[in-house]
C-alpha cells in the first residue's frame, strides 16, 4: 500500500492537456476543463491545452511537438481510447513509447470496473515514456478523467507519494537532459571561439 513522506517537498510539474474529440470543440471541453482545474487544484503548472479531432496523425502530432520541449514534463490525453472505429488514440501513442507504463492501464481498469463491471474491457486507456516526458491516456468522459488523476494521477505525480512516484523521475531526467544540452552549447561555443581566435592570429 502507498504511503505519503513528510520529509518530501512538493514540485509542480509543468503539464499539457489534449483533448481529442471529432464533436466537441474547446467552448464544450468539460473534461479538458476538468483535468485543468485538477492540477491547478494540486498546484502543478497548465503550459498547453490543445483539442484535435481522433485521427492518428493529429494526435501524434501534437504529442510528438510538446515531448520535445523543455516545458512539458507531462502530457494528458482525453478521449480516443475505446473501441469504435474512430477510435485511435492508443495507436497513436504506443508507437512512440520508448517505455511504456503498464501499470497505468491496468489499474485504471481495475478502478473502472467497479463502477461499469466487465465493461471496462473495452477502455484501453494507455500510458508511457516518450523522450523524458510522461504521457498518460484515459477515456474522454468527465467521470473517467475524475477517475484517472483523483485515484491514480494526483498520487503519482506527487513527490510525497511512496514507495515511489514519477516526479524525481521527470524532473532528474530533465535536468540531466538540460545539462548536457548546456553543457554541449557551451563546448561548441568555445570550439567556435577558439578557431575563430586561431584565424585571426597573424603570422
Not at 481510447?81 to 511504456?100: C, I, Q
Request: proline residues 3%; contains cysteine.
Amino acid at each position: 500500500m502507498s504511503h505519503t513522506s513528510t520529509s518530501a517537498v512538493f514540485t509542480p510539474l509543468d503539464i499539457a492537456i489534449l483533448t481529442v474529440s471529432d464533436t466537441r470543440g474547446m467552448a464544450e471541453d468539460g473534461s479538458g476543463d476538468l483535468l485543468a482545474d485538477r492540477l491547478a487544484g494540486a498546484g502543478h503548472r497548465l503550459t498547453e491545452r490543445a483539442l484535435v479531432p481522433d485521427d492518428i496523425y493529429r494526435i501524434r502530432a501534437q504529442v510528438s511537438a510538446w515531448v520535445i520541449r523543455s516545458d512539458i514534463q507531462v502530457v494528458l490525453v482525453n478521449g480516443g481510447t475505446g473501441f469504435t472505429a474512430r477510435d485511435n488514440t492508443p495507436e497513436a501513442l504506443t508507437v512512440l513509447f520508448d517505455k511504456v507504463v503498464e501499470g497505468y492501464g491496468e489499474l485504471f481498469r481495475l478502478r473502472s470496473f467497479e463502477t461499469i463491471g466487465t465493461s471496462t474491457i473495452q477502455s484501453r486507456a494507455v500510458a508511457g515514456v516518450i523522450d523524458r516526458t510522461l504521457v498518460f491516456s484515459m477515456p474522454g468522459s468527465p467521470k473517467a478523467c475524475a477517475m484517472a488523476w483523483d485515484d491514480i494521477l494526483a498520487a503519482q505525480l506527487d513527490a510525497h507519494t511512496r514507495p515511489c512516484n514519477f516526479v524525481a523521475m521527470v524532473v532528474n531526467d530533465r535536468q540531466r537532459c538540460t545539462s548536457r544540452s548546456a553543457d554541449h552549447h557551451a563546448a561548441t561555443d568555445t570550439g567556435t571561439t577558439a578557431r575563430r581566435d586561431a584565424l585571426e592570429v597573424t603570422p
